[in-house]
Protein backbone atom coordinates (compact mmCIF):
# COMPACT_ATOMS: atom_id res chain seq x y z
CA UNK A 1 0.00 0.00 0.00
CA UNK A 2 1.53 3.54 -1.45
CA UNK A 3 -1.27 5.39 -1.77
CA UNK A 4 -1.71 7.47 2.24
CA UNK A 5 -5.02 8.70 0.66
CA UNK A 6 -6.62 5.49 -0.23
CA UNK A 7 -5.88 4.39 3.62
CA UNK A 8 -9.32 3.97 5.82
CA UNK A 9 -8.88 6.38 8.92
CA UNK A 10 -10.48 4.06 11.29
CA UNK A 11 -11.11 0.69 11.12
CA UNK A 12 -12.99 -1.22 13.25
CA UNK A 13 -12.25 -5.17 13.81
CA UNK A 14 -14.14 -7.95 15.54
CA UNK A 15 -11.75 -10.61 16.98
CA UNK A 16 -13.87 -13.74 16.55
CA UNK A 17 -12.87 -17.18 16.87
CA UNK A 18 -10.78 -17.65 19.84
CA UNK A 19 -12.48 -20.48 21.15
CA UNK A 20 -12.43 -22.17 17.42
CA UNK A 21 -8.70 -21.99 17.00
CA UNK A 22 -8.32 -23.81 20.48
CA UNK A 23 -10.99 -26.11 19.73
CA UNK A 24 -9.03 -27.30 16.66
CA UNK A 25 -6.17 -28.13 18.43
CA UNK A 26 -6.94 -29.77 21.56
CA UNK A 27 -6.42 -26.51 23.72
CA UNK A 28 -8.90 -25.04 26.27
CA UNK A 29 -10.40 -22.00 24.68
CA UNK A 30 -8.57 -19.62 27.13
CA UNK A 31 -5.84 -20.50 25.09
CA UNK A 32 -7.52 -18.72 22.12
CA UNK A 33 -7.65 -15.91 23.64
CA UNK A 34 -4.31 -15.42 24.85
CA UNK A 35 -3.13 -15.30 20.99
CA UNK A 36 -5.75 -13.83 20.00
CA UNK A 37 -4.03 -10.71 22.64
CA UNK A 38 -0.78 -11.27 20.87
CA UNK A 39 -2.46 -10.45 17.38
CA UNK A 40 -4.49 -7.80 19.11
CA UNK A 41 -0.76 -5.98 20.04
CA UNK A 42 0.53 -7.33 16.26
CA UNK A 43 -2.57 -5.59 14.31
CA UNK A 44 -2.13 -2.55 16.76
CA UNK A 45 1.83 -1.84 16.06
CA UNK A 46 0.97 -2.64 12.68
CA UNK A 47 -2.00 0.58 12.40
CA UNK A 48 0.69 2.61 13.90
CA UNK A 49 3.44 1.41 11.46
CA UNK A 50 1.09 2.21 8.27
CA UNK A 51 -0.30 5.31 9.81
CA UNK A 52 -3.69 4.37 10.67
CA UNK A 53 -4.79 6.64 12.78
CA UNK A 54 -7.86 5.01 14.74
CA UNK A 55 -8.40 1.50 15.03
CA UNK A 56 -11.08 -0.25 17.30
CA UNK A 57 -10.89 -3.70 18.61
CA UNK A 58 -14.01 -5.53 20.12
CA UNK A 59 -12.38 -7.54 22.92
CA UNK A 60 -15.64 -7.88 25.30
CA UNK A 61 -19.05 -7.55 24.16
CA UNK A 62 -22.07 -6.49 27.23
CA UNK A 63 -23.62 -9.99 25.94
CA UNK A 64 -19.65 -11.93 26.91
CA UNK A 65 -20.40 -11.73 30.47
CA UNK A 66 -22.46 -15.19 29.74
CA UNK A 67 -19.50 -16.92 29.12
CA UNK A 68 -18.60 -19.82 31.89
CA UNK A 69 -16.90 -17.60 34.44
CA UNK A 70 -13.03 -19.47 34.01
CA UNK A 71 -13.25 -17.63 30.71
CA UNK A 72 -14.09 -14.43 31.82
CA UNK A 73 -11.74 -14.58 34.60
CA UNK A 74 -8.71 -15.33 32.28
CA UNK A 75 -10.28 -12.39 29.81
CA UNK A 76 -9.94 -10.17 32.20
CA UNK A 77 -6.61 -11.46 33.27
CA UNK A 78 -5.35 -10.62 29.94
CA UNK A 79 -6.42 -7.44 30.47
CA UNK A 80 -4.52 -6.54 33.54
CA UNK A 81 -1.52 -8.01 31.87
CA UNK A 82 -1.69 -5.65 28.38
CA UNK A 83 -2.42 -2.49 31.00
CA UNK A 84 0.23 -3.47 33.50
CA UNK A 85 2.59 -3.86 30.21
CA UNK A 86 1.24 0.23 28.75
CA UNK A 87 2.42 1.19 32.69
CA UNK A 88 5.74 -0.71 32.00
CA UNK A 89 6.45 0.99 27.95
CA UNK A 90 4.98 3.98 28.96
CA UNK A 91 7.89 6.04 27.00
CA UNK A 92 7.93 3.17 24.11
CA UNK A 93 4.08 3.87 23.59
CA UNK A 94 4.53 7.63 23.72
CA UNK A 95 7.78 7.67 20.94
CA UNK A 96 4.96 5.49 19.36
CA UNK A 97 1.84 8.04 19.47
CA UNK A 98 -0.18 5.20 20.69
CA UNK A 99 -2.91 6.82 22.29
CA UNK A 100 -5.01 4.04 24.23
CA UNK A 101 -8.38 4.49 25.14
CA UNK A 102 -11.00 2.02 26.28
CA UNK A 103 -14.74 2.12 25.52
CA UNK A 104 -17.92 0.85 26.84
CA UNK A 105 -19.86 0.76 30.56
CA UNK A 106 -16.26 0.08 32.47
CA UNK A 107 -17.94 0.88 35.86
CA UNK A 108 -18.65 -2.47 36.19
CA UNK A 109 -15.07 -3.98 35.64
CA UNK A 110 -13.40 -4.87 38.53
CA UNK A 111 -11.89 -2.32 40.35
CA UNK A 112 -7.94 -2.43 40.03
CA UNK A 113 -8.67 -3.25 36.45
CA UNK A 114 -10.32 0.52 36.62
CA UNK A 115 -7.40 1.96 38.10
CA UNK A 116 -5.05 0.39 35.32
CA UNK A 117 -7.14 2.05 32.90
CA UNK A 118 -7.20 5.81 34.18
CA UNK A 119 -3.62 5.58 34.65
CA UNK A 120 -3.05 4.28 31.14
CA UNK A 121 -5.34 6.80 30.00
CA UNK A 122 -4.45 9.99 32.21
CA UNK A 123 -0.45 9.12 30.56
CA UNK A 124 -1.32 9.40 27.28
CA UNK A 125 0.60 11.50 24.98
CA UNK A 126 -0.35 14.88 24.04
CA UNK A 127 1.05 14.29 20.38
CA UNK A 128 -0.49 11.22 19.06
CA UNK A 129 0.01 9.09 16.21
CA UNK A 130 -2.45 6.39 16.27
CA UNK A 131 -5.53 5.62 19.03
CA UNK A 132 -6.30 2.32 19.80
CA UNK A 133 -9.99 1.86 21.06
CA UNK A 134 -10.46 -1.40 22.77
CA UNK A 135 -14.03 -2.16 22.97
CA UNK A 136 -14.89 -3.86 26.34
CA UNK A 137 -18.56 -4.27 28.23
CA UNK A 138 -19.23 -2.56 25.15
CA UNK A 139 -22.84 -2.90 23.14
CA UNK A 140 -24.36 -0.61 20.67
CA UNK A 141 -27.34 -0.24 22.19
CA UNK A 142 -26.23 -0.27 25.56
CA UNK A 143 -23.95 2.95 24.00
CA UNK A 144 -26.83 3.91 22.73
CA UNK A 145 -29.15 4.14 25.46
CA UNK A 146 -26.42 5.72 27.76
CA UNK A 147 -26.11 8.68 25.26
CA UNK A 148 -30.03 8.80 24.90
CA UNK A 149 -29.80 9.54 28.95
CA UNK A 150 -27.42 12.02 28.88
CA UNK A 151 -29.40 14.00 26.11
CA UNK A 152 -32.59 13.69 27.84
CA UNK A 153 -31.04 14.74 31.10
CA UNK A 154 -29.30 17.91 29.44
CA UNK A 155 -33.58 18.82 28.43
CA UNK A 156 -34.49 18.04 31.71
CA UNK A 157 -31.76 20.51 33.24
CA UNK A 158 -33.03 23.32 30.45
CA UNK A 159 -28.97 23.01 29.32
CA UNK A 160 -30.52 21.96 25.22
CA UNK A 161 -33.78 22.18 23.57
CA UNK A 162 -35.45 18.98 21.98
CA UNK A 163 -35.67 20.40 18.74
CA UNK A 164 -31.81 21.36 19.22
CA UNK A 165 -31.10 17.71 19.33
CA UNK A 166 -28.63 16.81 16.14
CA UNK A 167 -27.01 13.59 14.41
CA UNK A 168 -24.09 15.66 15.91
CA UNK A 169 -25.14 15.44 19.38
CA UNK A 170 -25.89 12.29 19.51
CA UNK A 171 -22.47 11.16 18.11
CA UNK A 172 -20.65 13.75 20.64
CA UNK A 173 -22.46 11.69 23.58
CA UNK A 174 -20.99 8.19 22.48
CA UNK A 175 -17.35 6.61 23.64
CA UNK A 176 -15.97 7.19 20.13
CA UNK A 177 -16.62 11.44 20.42
CA UNK A 178 -14.44 13.46 18.16
CA UNK A 179 -13.21 10.39 16.34
CA UNK A 180 -14.26 10.07 12.55
CA UNK A 181 -16.43 7.08 12.33
CA UNK A 182 -14.85 3.67 11.33
CA UNK A 183 -14.41 3.68 7.03
CA UNK A 184 -13.85 -0.43 7.39
CA UNK A 185 -14.90 -3.29 9.61
CA UNK A 186 -13.40 -6.26 9.50
CA UNK A 187 -14.69 -9.75 10.80
CA UNK A 188 -12.42 -12.49 10.73
CA UNK A 189 -13.89 -16.25 11.65
CA UNK A 190 -16.60 -16.58 8.96
CA UNK A 191 -19.24 -15.16 10.84
CA UNK A 192 -21.35 -12.34 8.56
CA UNK A 193 -22.49 -10.06 11.56
CA UNK A 194 -22.05 -6.70 13.43
CA UNK A 195 -22.86 -8.58 16.88
CA UNK A 196 -23.54 -4.91 18.29
CA UNK A 197 -20.39 -2.98 17.51
CA UNK A 198 -20.27 0.35 16.63
CA UNK A 199 -23.74 0.24 15.80
CA UNK A 200 -24.31 3.96 14.91
CA UNK A 201 -20.99 4.53 13.80
CA UNK A 202 -20.78 2.15 11.02
CA UNK A 203 -23.60 3.53 9.10
CA UNK A 204 -21.68 4.02 5.95
CA UNK A 205 -18.56 1.68 7.10
CA UNK A 206 -17.62 -1.03 4.14
CA UNK A 207 -17.11 -4.64 5.83
CA UNK A 208 -14.80 -7.14 4.95
CA UNK A 209 -15.30 -10.74 5.92
CA UNK A 210 -12.65 -13.46 6.04
CA UNK A 211 -12.70 -17.68 6.95
CA UNK A 212 -9.47 -16.90 8.88
CA UNK A 213 -9.59 -17.24 12.76
CA UNK A 214 -8.60 -14.39 15.37
CA UNK A 215 -5.47 -16.00 16.40
CA UNK A 216 -4.53 -16.85 12.52
CA UNK A 217 -5.03 -13.68 11.46
CA UNK A 218 -1.90 -11.95 10.18
CA UNK A 219 -0.45 -8.36 8.79
CA UNK A 220 -0.91 -9.90 5.46
CA UNK A 221 -4.65 -10.41 6.15
CA UNK A 222 -5.11 -6.90 7.11
CA UNK A 223 -3.20 -5.82 3.92
CA UNK A 224 -5.94 -7.69 1.67
CA UNK A 225 -8.27 -6.26 3.86
CA UNK A 226 -6.94 -2.60 3.05
CA UNK A 227 -6.65 -3.18 -0.78
CA UNK A 228 -9.93 -4.73 -1.22
CA UNK A 229 -11.16 -1.25 0.65
CA UNK A 230 -9.18 1.05 -1.57
CA UNK A 231 -11.26 -0.63 -4.31
CA UNK A 232 -14.12 0.05 -3.27
CA UNK A 233 -16.04 3.49 -4.06
CA UNK A 234 -18.56 5.09 -1.54
CA UNK A 235 -20.86 7.26 -2.49
CA UNK A 236 -22.32 8.08 0.89
CA UNK A 237 -25.88 7.63 -1.14
CA UNK A 238 -24.49 9.94 -3.49
CA UNK A 239 -24.25 8.81 -7.30
C1 LIG B 1 -14.39 -13.91 20.46
O1 LIG B 1 -13.97 -15.21 20.08
C2 LIG B 1 -13.39 -13.33 21.33
C3 LIG B 1 -13.60 -12.84 22.59
C4 LIG B 1 -14.92 -12.81 23.23
C5 LIG B 1 -12.48 -12.32 23.41
C6 LIG B 1 -11.53 -11.47 22.62
C7 LIG B 1 -10.48 -10.98 23.52
C8 LIG B 1 -9.19 -11.00 23.20
C9 LIG B 1 -8.63 -11.51 21.94
C10 LIG B 1 -8.20 -10.41 24.14
C11 LIG B 1 -7.84 -9.03 23.65
C12 LIG B 1 -6.86 -8.46 24.49
C13 LIG B 1 -6.63 -7.15 24.67
C14 LIG B 1 -5.55 -6.76 25.54
C15 LIG B 1 -7.44 -6.12 24.02
P1 LIG B 1 -14.86 -16.45 20.53
O2 LIG B 1 -14.39 -16.90 21.87
O3 LIG B 1 -16.30 -16.08 20.48
O4 LIG B 1 -14.49 -17.51 19.44
P2 LIG B 1 -15.44 -18.68 18.93
O5 LIG B 1 -16.57 -18.01 18.18
O6 LIG B 1 -14.55 -19.48 18.05
O7 LIG B 1 -15.90 -19.44 20.14
Not at 79 to 105: K, P, S, T, V
Not at 110 to 131: K, V
Not at 206 to 232: G, I, M, Q
Request: proline fraction near 4%; charge should be negative.
Amino acid sequence: MTDKSALPQHVGIIMDGNGRWAKKRGLARTEGHKRGAEVFRAISTYCSDIGIPFVTFYAFSTENWKRPQQEVDVIMDIFRDFLHEAEDRQQENAERGFRFHFIGDLTVLPEDIRGLIDFMEANNPERYGTTVNVAVNYGGRAELTHAAQQIAAQVQTGELKAQDITEATIASHLYTANQPDPDLIIRPSGEYRLSNFLTWQSAYAEFWFSDVLWPDFTTADFDRALADYARRSRRFGGV
